[in-house]
């Protein structure tokens, strides 16, 4: 079966500290790998995606995303964070099927 | 408009009854997908159109739910029978390409409490 894991409900870091969100996969095929944002009362925003070429792939806000085939992971990480960068994290797959992860909550501390 | 759009943004209906959810794509997009999420969990997918042909209903948890998208263009998401375990957000979205590897445009969801 496809799936889409998000190991950690929660993840803090201080304002202006490297960030990681951590997701792994189990999909057929290659992989379409996305992660998407969810701000208070807002929809969810597309953030990066993975679908082909280089592992490392740059997106909004500073954020970037790390494909890794042999790990079936794909993290999402910012060089430093921002307090407003405290949000809903959603890791998903559009490969065949169409998964979302159960999320992490992120929380920048100022 | 600019956006995907969804309407009624809430929805209280009483056990049993029958709702209608509508969601208005960006224009031009082709899929429309509708997804479930619950309090605290991730959207689960429901149902995928593209144009009007509904592509795949295998989320749907049962006959009393209910999509289409007659035109191509709005989508109305039925839920007959409400059942207390519906009470949700449901989200809908749109993407301009069929392939899954096309970035969804998410509406602000409808939040539909069942009493």
């Known amino acids: 079966a496809q799936s889409v894991a998000q190991p950690e409900d929660q993840v803090n870091v201080a304002e202006g500290n490297p960030l990681t969100v951590k997701c792994t996969y189990s999909v057929s095929g290659n992989p379409y790998l996305f992660w998407y944002v969810q701000y208070p009362n807002r929809g969810l925003q597309f953030l990066l995606k993975?679908?082909?070429?280089?592992?490392l792939v740059k997106g909004s806000y500073g954020f970037e995303a790390e494909f890794n085939k042999s790990q079936t992971s794909f993290h999402l990480k910012k060089p430093s964070a921002l307090v407003s960068d405290s949000a809903l994290y959603f890791c998903?797959?559009?490969?065949?099927?169409?998964?979302f992860g159960t999320g992490t909550r992120l929380k920048v501390l100022a | 408009g600019a956006g995907v759009s969804q309407s009624p943004r809430y929805k209280v209906a009483k056990r049993g009854q029958d709702v209608a959810l509508r969601c208005d794509p960006i224009?031009?997009?082709?899929?429309l997908f509708w997804y479930q999420q619950a309090l605290g969990q991730g959207p689960e997918f429901l149902t995928y159109f593209q144009n009007e042909a509904q592509l795949d209903k295998s989320g749907l948890p049962s006959d009393r739910f209910f999509a289409e998208r007659p035109e191509g263009s709005v989508s109305t998401l039925k839920i007959q029978r409400t059942q207390q375990e519906d009470s949700a957000v449901y989200l809908c979205?749109?993407?301009?390409?069929?392939?899954?590897?096309?970035?969804?445009?998410f509406g602000p969801g409808t939040r539909l409490t069942v009493l």
């Open positions: 998903y797959s559009g490969t065949y099927k169409y998964i």
């Open positions: 224009s031009g997009h082709v899929s």
């Open positions: 993975y679908i082909t070429g280089d592992n």
């Open positions: 979205a749109s993407s301009f390409q069929t392939s899954g590897a096309d970035e969804q445009f």
